[in-house]
């Protein structure tokens, strides 16, 4: 089922631009991962972070993570209109390693 | 990286077919495949938890004889969807985890399945 809830399930934004998109989720997680997918293609890991973890960086990424709030962000920065994709969140519970999908923000970008 | 391919990348069947799809992890022993399905502009749905040389695990709603999952190596699983309606056009996503790495999933490219 569904834990994942992204918003804005739909981002506009010039080249250059940061876009940031939030992920709420229900129950107790083992970690968090973020995912591009660009149309009609699979899907791309983007980074991980743990429940022990608050953030994580990778190049233009930057992931927060709170635990207490069950939300997590992703910022890109300095965007690029190659960056235009859906992204998407997934959970990962203490129980196993089946990914949990949100509903994903897409993101258009525009040069 | 970690490879993961699937076969075909599309399909178009007549209702009533059976169809298979293929998911191979190309440099990495896959321990655990998953099979996902993605309606246009949502989100993916866990359909299923493939473990080598043993029975698939289902989702809550996913029929087991009509989505049927073999994994029996730890580089194929295979996806056949049975006696497919219309309803059954989807797209097809397979992941496969890396047992020396057991927190990332690959991701194959996905098969686009329209039943006719």
């Known amino acids: 089922s569904q834990q994942g809830e992204e918003d804005p399930q739909a981002l506009s934004i010039q080249e250059g631009e940061n876009a940031t998109m939030n992920c709420s989720y229900k129950t107790s997680i083992n970690n968090l991962q973020w995912y591009r997918q660009n149309s009609g293609r699979g899907l791309v890991h983007l980074i991980l972070?743990?429940?022990?973890?608050r953030e994580k960086h990778s190049g233009r990424l930057r992931v927060t993570l709170d635990t207490s709030k069950k939300s997590s962000s992703l910022l890109i920065t300095a965007s690029r209109a190659a960056d235009t994709a859906s992204y998407f969140c997934a959970t990962v519970s203490n129980s196993g390693y089946a990914l949990n999908f949100g509903k994903g923000t897409s993101l258009l970008v525009t040069p | 990286g970690a490879v993961v391919s699937q076969h075909p990348s599309w399909v178009i069947c007549k209702s009533g077919t059976s169809v298979k799809i293929e998911c191979r992890s190309l440099?990495?022993?896959?321990?655990?495949m998953f099979w996902y399905r993605q309606f246009p502009k949502q989100s993916l749905m866990l359909m299923a938890t493939s473990n080598e040389g043993s029975k698939a695990t289902y989702e809550q709603g996913v029929e087991k004889d009509k989505f049927l999952i073999n994994h029996a190596s730890l580089t194929l699983s295979t996806l056949t969807v049975t006696s497919a309606h219309p309803e059954d056009s989807s797209f097809y996503i397979c992941?496969?985890?890396?047992?020396?790495?057991?927190?990332?999933?690959?991701f194959g490219p996905g098969t686009r399945l329209t039943v006719l």
């Open positions: 440099d990495f022993q896959a321990t655990t």
């Open positions: 992941s496969a985890r890396d047992w020396r790495d057991p927190d990332t999933q690959y």
């Open positions: 972070i743990r429940s022990n973890e």
